[in-house]
């Protein structure tokens, strides 16, 4: 029986997009911008900063990542770290808009250098190999039959038939291959260990004692805040405060009814979003000329509603299920059926069933599509979606599969595809024959379309609620909110309620904001750097309005959709953006896979534009009125100023930093704009490791 496994990609023949896929850097031929970045007017703190290259055009499978880059020190859970070991020769950092003057006390770059830790912290683009899933080809014919026997129809010298995958592979899973180096080791020292479940958040956030080394505030409402959204602002503190823990959570559980933001009303203005996959496949040649891009307009409204959402702890499972359950953004065919599976499988069942979802996404355009479904038949079985199934989508690789199970699950698949946009069973490419995967035995007797999908069905919801699966979500879910290196004693608990409620999940969540486990690891994650750009533009109050001063010209899109354009585009640049991984394993959640000196550094000179509002498609708060009555004296000033952008004061080390970044003392007179700093004292601020840790 011939195998036909390749990398996700697949004929261009159901693409229905005839266009070259992405005509310009800006989606819909901007030619407006003068700038590459898509800035209306020139300025002269631009900075011109390259971009990062992505980080995932090398690939290796030896287990462990690669050397971090060497450059500044890490900004952990402790603070800041050693002294910087010396740069190789010739890796500079990029430049920032503010160097160091001669005669400073502390130059700008060098605090911020400082302030903002090492390449470990961030990701970027030289990240680390990401572990794809890339497939070898494997030949041979062989006679369909009963996919149970002993007959070896696949594998190779260096992965036999019938063997656990994770013994004769060269990585294990994607967040313990990063985590087993001796980086990941140091942090496990400073996890917190063991623990408990309180009869709800709030009792769990009163009873718990934060024990390991940070520098964050071991303040409650300041940690739910960091964790179950994308960065605190002031309102949300204020809502988490009257609303008590427990009610806030109840509230977020029920995302339907929370009113929406200014921002999500204003999606109108990215006009595919609205078109259904038929609309998309009719409308073709009209969206071509345009130059529209649906799958791009997907991430750009996701990127709003990360940003501006009042969901948004329901966003943070949407980015958590698009990790886990990963179709790539930009694939051959995502421009038509990547905006439906986002709506009609991940939003949907988000906070929901994951059996459910997974069924859902078995029977989707998108990922049938994605891993190459819709080209396996009995006599030439894909393997790609089967194998994703188990390896990522449920039991994960060390969940007791077999190069066998693989297999036969791939053979029981077939039938499914897509035909016209839509699902479909091929009864004609549908393998008859008694197959067995992990516990699940069918007899697969028949090619009736009714049968045989219920059959497929059955198997999908059978691995989704395999006890593998429960510990798989839950280690995720733990890795998520908890640290990269979650207590077992947590996961444990979270399996067996993923199990006992049949893989639902709002109370496996309310089992997590219930421990002690996650009101104790206060500072054990890092933002990646989509998380960090959202968390800024969310810190510094930007507003989806257009400024006053914003000149749109004649340019097709709204101020809003450009906007947004100009924000994912950055996160290419920092290489993160949602659903921006091209291999179906999604991004790492780990800070050892984000390491990038250039990252950090570029990430902290978009702080620095967002501050002194030069993207114009948005308004921004003034730099001078952040704090609302600026205190007089320089000291006093960076603590208030602090208070508002990362909700606490900084170490006296920190402080002292940002002050030599004005080169004023702490009891220095200031006016309302830092003696003209106030931009530099605000980004200072925003590259501390209180705005790095999550």
Do not use: C
């Not at 770059?109 to 090492?118: H, M, P, Q, S, W």
């Amino acid at each position: 029986m011939a195998d036909q496994n390749v990398p996700p990609r697949r004929p261009r023949d159901d693409r229905g997009w005839d266009a070259q896929q992405h005509p310009s850097s800006g989606g819909y031929q901007d030619l407006t911008a003068s700038a590459p970045y898509g800035y209306d007017t020139p300025h002269p703190q631009q900075g011109g900063y390259p971009a990062q290259a992505d980080p995932r055009t090398s690939y290796h499978f030896t287990g462990q990542p690669d050397p971090a880059p060497r450059g500044p020190q890490w900004v952990g859970p402790e603070g800041l770290g050693r002294p910087a070991p010396a740069r190789t020769a010739g890796a500079g950092l990029p430049n920032l808009d503010d160097g160091d003057e001669p005669g400073r006390g502390v130059g700008r770059r060098k605090a911020l250098v400082a302030l903002g830790g090492t390449a470990a912290v961030v990701a970027g683009g030289a990240a680390l190999a990401m572990t794809p899933q890339v497939r070898g080809l494997f030949g041979g014919d062989a006679a369909a039959g009963d996919a149970t026997g002993t007959t070896v129809t696949d594998g190779t010298a260096a992965r036999p038939s019938g063997q656990q995958p994770s013994t004769v592979r060269t990585y294990t899973e994607q967040n313990e291959s990063y985590m087993g180096s001796r980086a990941g080791e140091a942090l496990k020292k400073n996890a917190p260990a063991g623990g408990r479940t309180f009869s709800g958040p709030a009792a769990a956030a009163a009873e718990t004692k934060v024990t390991v080394k940070t520098v964050l505030a071991k303040d409650p409402v300041l940690h739910l805040a960091r964790r179950a959204t994308f960065g605190p602002t002031p309102q949300l503190l204020a809502d988490i405060k009257r609303q008590g823990i427990d009610g806030w959570i109840r509230a977020q559980f029920e995302p339907d009814k929370i009113e929406p933001s200014r921002a999500e009303l204003k999606l109108a203005d990215l006009p595919t979003q609205k078109l259904s996959v038929q609309q998309l496949r009719d409308q073709r040649d009209q969206l071509n000329e345009r130059g529209a891009q649906p799958e791009r307009e997907m991430v750009d409204a996701t990127v709003a509603r990360q940003i501006w959402s009042k969901r948004q702890l329901f966003e943070v499972m949407v980015d958590f299920w698009n990790d886990f359950l990963h179709v790539a953004a930009e694939f051959d065919g995502g421009e038509v059926y990547r905006s439906s599976f986002d709506r009609d499988v991940v939003r949907a069942h988000a906070l929901g069933s994951y059996p459910e979802m997974l069924v859902a996404a078995n029977k989707h355009p998108a990922l049938l599509l994605y891993l190459n479904q819709n080209d396996s038949r009995a006599d030439a079985v894909n393997e790609n979606l089967a194998r994703e199934n188990l390896e990522l989508y449920s039991v994960g690789v060390d969940g007791g599969y077999t190069e066998k199970d693989v297999r036969q699950a791939a053979l029981l698949q077939t039938g499914r595809g897509v035909e016209d946009g839509k699902y479909i069973f091929r009864a004609d490419r549908h393998y008859v024959g008694k197959v067995k995967i992990l516990g699940f035995t069918h007899a697969n007797n028949t090619k009736d379309p009714k049968k045989a999908d219920a059959a497929i069905d059955a198997y999908i919801a059978y691995i989704a609620l395999h006890p593998s699966t429960a510990r798989y979500v839950a280690q995720s879910l733990a890795t998520r909110f908890v640290s990269d290196t979650p207590p077992k004693s947590l996961v444990d608990r979270l399996a067996k309620t993923y199990t006992a409620n049949k893989g639902m999940i709002k109370p496996v969540l309310m089992t997590l904001f219930s421990s002690s486990e996650f009101w104790a690891a206060v500072g054990q994650k890092v933002r990646r750097p989509m998380e960090y750009l959202v968390a800024t533009y969310r810190a510094l109050g930007v507003s989806p309005e257009a400024s006053p001063k914003h000149d749109n010209g004649d340019n097709k899109r709204t101020p809003f959709a450009r906007g947004l354009r100009q924000v994912s585009d950055k996160m290419r640049e920092l290489g993160q953006f949602p659903m921006g991984q091209p291999t179906p394993d999604g991004y790492p959640d780990v800070y050892i896979a984000w390491t990038s000196a250039g990252t950090m550094v570029n990430g902290w000179n978009e702080a620095g534009e967002l501050i002194a509002g030069y993207r114009t498609q948005f308004t921004y708060v003034k730099p001078e009125k952040l704090v609302a009555k600026p205190p007089a004296t320089a000291g006093a000033y960076v603590d208030a100023l602090a208070l508002r952008l990362v909700g606490q004061k900084l170490t006296a080390r920190e402080k002292n930093l940002i002050l030599g970044v004005a080169d004023v003392s702490a009891t220095a007179k200031v006016d309302a704009t830092f003696n003209g700093a106030i931009t530099a004292v605000a980004r200072a601020i925003l590259a501390s490791p209180q705005h790095h840790l999550r």
